[in-house]
């Protein structure tokens, strides 16, 4: 046979098979024709499993083992299918040799074949894009292929943060600032950037308030902040300044960018006011630290000296409000400020006391306010408990006079008091058994009036305690003992004990019997016991033992 054939059979003319050997031996017997049928050869084709992709026969004949029969020139088509992230990159044979880079690869088959397709990874390309900050691919090779791990960086510029990685269509990736990711496609992202967001704090401030134009304290990276200082009374706006004390403005309305944390402290200052003092007729007027201008809440103080034989009346302010009667007048400054003291002549007091309300002191004028040199008649009238006046005396005790009335003239508030000579009074101490014992406690049995008596009681034989005192009404006055009372007059008084209990014991010799009268054997100290002696039939009384 050609090479790619085999040898079939023979036939003769009539086509009926004469044998299937190639070397065919018979006896000639007549004309002959034969004929020699020779076949085309089955080759198979082998296609052996790859990776990343497949392999598909055109014809798509079926094959258990991955072999593929067809006879000899037949055109054999093969298709090579990559996986997701691959592509063909060549077929060769057994022997390792290309054969063609076609996805579909037909030839003619003239011997058993392998053939094997081969697959690489497709090349992608990264792009990155971003506003407001940097990016950049970390460790990145020349080109990236299917799989490959990519690494991505984004750097904000200063005032912005990273926000995130979107793809072409907007979708998020990741927020963060390096980012890792598998490559199967070319791909596009973009890195995002915010503003960062800053705060301005606006510490507490004293004497006056600060108020943020929007009423916002967080801002974005330059926005402008507007922040607005308000004084309080009696202050002024001096300047702003920032954390490290840097002078920034003196508006009180201040604008800025705002590029990092901030804080912004207002400063105040006191305003300066000044005190002027009028001067009024018989007095003169001066600051305590001769000074007539202040700041505000400085404390100022002012005296009025009036000339002898006038007095301070008050301050008043320029709307002649009353102010203050004290002559050295203390206020905290919180304006400008007018003030006027006023004077009046002397107007003096006279007080008149008695050591007992019992007596009575007044005036014969009936007053007791007059005017400087004005003669005062001084009167006083004994009371109850008292016999006649003695003196007069000023508040340290100094003996004035004991002329009655008393005629001074008055230069000054002036204290005097009346002195009166008291009675003197009897205390009558009483018990009913002279046995027992009463006594003041001093041995006295005459006091002035008011005096404190102190009477003591002690019993005697036949009584063991005491009771009470008793007036000379017999009410009961007290149990204390000693006692002790104010005397006010004449006064009796008794003192009253309890007696001892004694016990009577009757007993007889024999042939009579001895009881006493009422039945009863105890009794007190003096009570009177009667006792009967009764004899027995045939016997008479004869004695008590």
Request: net charge negative.
């Amino acid at each position: 046979p050609d090479y790619g054939y085999h040898f079939d059979k023979w036939t003769d003319e009539s086509g009926d098979s004469l044998s299937t050997d190639s070397l065919f031996t018979f006896v000639l017997i007549r004309d002959t024709i034969i004929q020699a049928h020779f076949e085309k050869n089955t080759y198979t084709v082998a296609l052996p499993a790859v990776e990343n992709g497949c392999i598909e026969i055109a014809d798509s004949l079926y094959s258990a083992d991955s072999l593929y029969s067809y006879e000899y020139q037949d055109t054999v088509r093969v298709k090579a299918i990559p996986d997701y992230g691959y592509h063909l990159e060549k077929w060769t044979n057994a022997g390792g040799e290309s054969l063609s880079t076609d996805t579909l690869f037909a030839f003619a088959l003239t011997r058993d074949t392998t053939i094997q397709a081969h697959f690489a990874k497709n090349s992608y390309t990264v792009t990155l894009s971003a506003e407001h900050g940097r990016t950049e691919k970390v460790e990145a090779p020349d080109n990236y292929v299917y799989l490959d791990t990519v690494r991505v960086k984004a750097s904000p510029d200063y005032g912005y943060h990273f926000d995130k990685w979107t793809n072409t269509k907007g979708e998020n990736l990741s927020t963060d600032t390096l980012f890792t990711f598998v490559l199967t496609r070319d791909t596009t992202l973009q890195a995002h950037f915010a503003k960062n967001t800053y705060t301005v704090a606006l510490p507490a401030v004293e004497n006056g308030r600060i108020e943020i134009a929007d009423s916002l304290y967080s801002y974005k990276y330059q926005d402008t902040v507007r922040v607005k200082a308000f004084p309080y009374y009696g202050y002024h706006f001096e300047k702003w300044t920032n954390a490290g004390g840097e002078s920034l403005s003196t508006d009180t309305l201040f604008a800025f960018a705002l590029t990092r944390d901030t804080t912004i402290q207002a400063h105040f200052a006191k305003n300066s006011y000044t005190v002027a003092l009028f001067n009024v007729k018989n007095d003169s007027i001066v600051t305590a630290d001769s000074t007539y201008s202040y700041e505000y809440l400085d404390t100022v103080r002012v005296k009025a000296v009036p000339i002898y034989s006038y007095h301070f009346v008050k301050w008043t302010d320029a709307k002649n409000n009353s102010l203050s009667s004290d002559t050295l007048l203390t206020f905290v400054l919180t304006r400008d400020t007018i003030l006027q003291a006023h004077f009046e002549e002397n107007t003096y007091h006279v007080a008149l006391f008695v050591e007992d309300s019992n007596n009575t002191v007044g005036t014969l004028e009936g007053k007791f306010n007059y005017a400087h040199g004005d003669t005062v008649r001084a009167k006083a009238v004994a009371g109850y408990g008292y016999h006649h006046f003695v003196k007069w005396t000023n508040e340290r005790g100094d003996s004035l006079s004991s002329a009655n009335p008393f005629a001074f003239a008055l230069t000054q508030d002036t204290v005097i008091q009346a002195h009166f000579e008291k009675n003197n009074y009897h205390v009558t101490l009483s018990t009913a058994d002279g046995n027992n014992t009463v006594k003041t406690a001093d041995g006295k049995l005459t006091y002035a009036y008011r005096d404190t008596v102190r009477a003591e009681a002690v019993a005697g034989y036949g009584y063991h305690h005491f009771v009470k005192w008793t007036n000379a009404r017999n009410d009961s006055l007290s149990s204390a003992n000693p006692f002790a009372f104010v005397l006010t007059r004449d006064t009796t008084i008794r003192a009253h004990f309890a007696k001892n209990s004694y016990r009577v014991t009757l007993s007889s010799a024999g042939n009579g019997r001895a009881e006493t009268a009422d039945s009863l054997y105890s009794y007190e100290y003096h009570d009177t016991v009667r006792v009967k002696a009764s004899p027995d039939y045939g016997y008479h009384f004869d004695k008590w033992t």
